[in-house]
């Protein structure tokens, strides 16, 4: 895959606000926050999007996330935060090395960093399509 940003950051090439690091797993401060605590967890693999990423960093990433967002929790006093991972540039990954974001959520603030909106346009959920569905993609694990 082709180099991004956060490789030259696992190396130390380029700085970040580092708040964890171990073996398989780097986290930092997002450098355009949607609210203070904005934090981003990246696996040291350069997988481009969840799907292509191992089971080892995955499990990796697994275990640190709820220990992080609880540090976020603490550090901001925040009770609601939103984790969120993009994949793919029409689901508005910017950057091509999979990473989740911690996303503090704070009551409406007048300079707007109160976290992330989301647009939540819910469709309905038709039986018999949904049964195909489930099947479709049930049986499409590997
Ligand atoms: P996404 O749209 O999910 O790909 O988000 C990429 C995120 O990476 C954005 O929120 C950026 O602000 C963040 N970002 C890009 N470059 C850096 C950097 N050098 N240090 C910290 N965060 C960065």
Known sequence: MPETIFSKIIRG?????????????L???????????????IPKEPA?????????????LGRVLPRL????????????YNVL???GA?????????????IPKFPA????ASGLGIAWNSGKLEPEAAKSLAASISSSIQ
């Open 27 to 41: 986290a930092f401060l997002d450098i355009g926050p949607l609210s203070a605590g904005h934090t981003l967890v």
């Open 90 to 102: 029409d689901a508005h990954q910017a950057v091509f090395h999979v990473h989740f974001h911690i």
């Open 69 to 80: 967002c609880r540090a976020v929790m603490k550090a901001t006093g925040t009770t609601a």
């Open 85 to 87: 991972q993009n994949n």
């Open 109 to 112: 603030r007048p300079s707007g």
């Open 13 to 25: 090439e380029i700085p970040c606000h580092k708040v964890y690091e171990d073996a398989h797993t």
């Open 48 to 60: 481009p999007t969840l799907d292509a990423l191992s089971d080892e960093s995955a499990a990796a």
